[in-house]
């Protein structure tokens, strides 16, 4: 059965979910989007993914359509529509259509779609085995250039470091910035875990502020860890007792080999193992409830 896409205020047959060829978000990338979590019925940190989506159109002043309280029943609506427990929920804002050239001041009518679909899960095998990753030669966008903290539809840049990666067989590209320092992966935050201590940049060297990344933090600390935002060079992930890549998809991911170079014992870390269990309780405890008739409501 083919999916229900919200398109504008309705809801619609995936087949007839189709927005203009001169969609601005389609000609030029000018848009804003988010990628969420369904677990068991509940929309995992909604309020803030959807800060992030309001805080990412307002960078580039694009004007959402709905109230964030209206954001989030179109959400809901979509996820009830089909009939969904858990998945992966998309909304996108675009400036929507225009002419031909690329002034926004042209585009009156910003487009809003959410997709809310099935997950395909990772392998299980990536978890117990870890993740090989590559550093790429092409850099973080720079800050004060298009600043990755922006989820912006412009998102050639993470897709030319994932190229890298394939190239090379690397699951995820690791992505320095101009100076050098890593900054993150094409679709994943970085951390590294050092003697009791779980370390990830901070978002201004060039990094989205991931959603699982902040969870990681607070669970950390929660664990009794130091957990804390620092400059990180290639030599400090070379010689972490662990690392790790965090993401809405991917959640936490034990990364064993980064450039070659086998991290700790080569094999996942107690440490990423226990704040990946810690993770995937949190998703079972938090959440907004999508079916009201939930028992614990
Ligand atoms: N960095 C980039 C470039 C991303 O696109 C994403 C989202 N997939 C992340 C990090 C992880 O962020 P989140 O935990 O909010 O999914």
């Given at each position: 059965m083919g999916l229900l896409i919200y398109l504008n205020g309705r809801l619609v047959p995936e087949e007839e979910a189709k927005i203009s060829v001169f969609d601005h978000g389609l000609l030029y990338g000018d848009g804003v989007f988010e990628g969420i979590r369904l677990y068991s019925g509940r929309v995992f940190r909604l309020t803030q993914h959807l800060q992030r989506l309001y805080e990412s159109a307002a960078s580039i002043r694009l004007?959402?359509?709905?109230t964030p309280a209206q954001f989030e029943q179109a959400i809901l609506d979509t996820v009830r529509a089909n009939q969904l427990q858990d998945g992966y929920i998309r909304p996108v804002v675009t400036r929507g259509p225009g002419d031909?050239?690329?002034?926004?001041?042209?585009?009156?009518n910003p487009t809003v779609f959410i997709i809310a679909s099935r997950i395909q899960l990772y392998p299980e095998a990536w978890y117990e085995q870890g993740l090989k990753i590559q550093t790429v030669?092409?850099?973080?966008?720079a800050v004060d250039s298009l600043n990755p903290r922006l989820k912006s539809l412009n998102y050639l840049n993470n897709i030319l470091a994932k190229l890298e990666a394939n190239e090379a067989g690397a699951a995820e590209a690791l992505m320095l910035n101009h100076a050098g320092q890593v900054a993150e992966c094409s679709a994943d935050n970085i951390f590294i875990v050092r003697a009791r201590s779980v370390l990830t940049p901070p978002?201004?060297?060039?990094a989205l502020g991931g959603i699982t990344r902040q969870v990681v933090l607070e669970l950390a600390a929660r664990a009794g860890f130091t957990a804390a935002e620092t400059i990180l060079t290639q030599h400090d992930l070379y010689t972490a007792d662990e690392v790790f890549m965090t993401g809405t998809a991917a959640e936490i991911v034990p990364v064993v080999n980064v450039d070659g170079r086998p991290i700790g014992q080569g094999k996942p870390g107690p440490i990423t193992m226990q704040l990946r269990q810690a993770f995937r309780e949190l998703t079972t405890q938090e959440g907004t409830p999508v079916y009201t008739q939930q028992a614990d409501e």
């Open positions: 004007r959402v359509p709905l031909l050239g690329l002034d926004p001041a042209k585009c009156g030669s092409t850099r973080k966008n978002v201004w060297v060039g």
